[in-house]
Nanobody, 126 residues
């Protein structure tokens, strides 16, 4: 599968933004798809994930209640809806896919994802 991330941009704190991860080659339902982000000068970190089979979603604590991962079968796209954005959400956001069945403790691990999209920059301003 090939992934294409898009939708980044400049937004004021408190605003919203929706990122897209368009998949080509195979249907998104066959993959567990995660979002990671890398803030300037920091390591890349897990944001959230949607399981391919069940559609269940999981999020890191700092985005719970603000971010939502959605899946559109018709467009073969996974979205990251980001609301109530904070300055600390500024980062390059990446989507990644795994074709393997992952146990819960592995969902946040970069090494479990074999397919990556290019990053899209989100800048939150005050």
């Amino acid at each position: 599968v090939q992934l294409q991330a898009s939708g980044g941009g400049l937004v004021q704190a408190g605003g919203s933004l929706r990122l897209s991860c368009a998949a080509s080659g195979r249907t998104v339902s066959r993959y567990t798809i995660a979002w990671f982000r890398q803030a300037p000068g920091k390591e890349r970190k897990f944001v959230g994930v949607i399981r391919g089979s069940s559609g269940n979603t999981y999020y890191t604590d700092s985005v719970k209640g603000r971010f939502t991962i959605l899946r559109d079968y018709a467009k073969n796209t996974v979205y990251l809806q980001m609301n109530s954005l904070k300055l600390e959400d500024t980062a390059v956001y990446y989507c990644a896919a795994s074709a393997r069945g992952l146990i819960s403790s592995s969902l946040a691990l970069e090494r479990e994802y074999g397919y990556w999209g290019q990053g899209t920059l989100v800048t939150v301003s005050s």
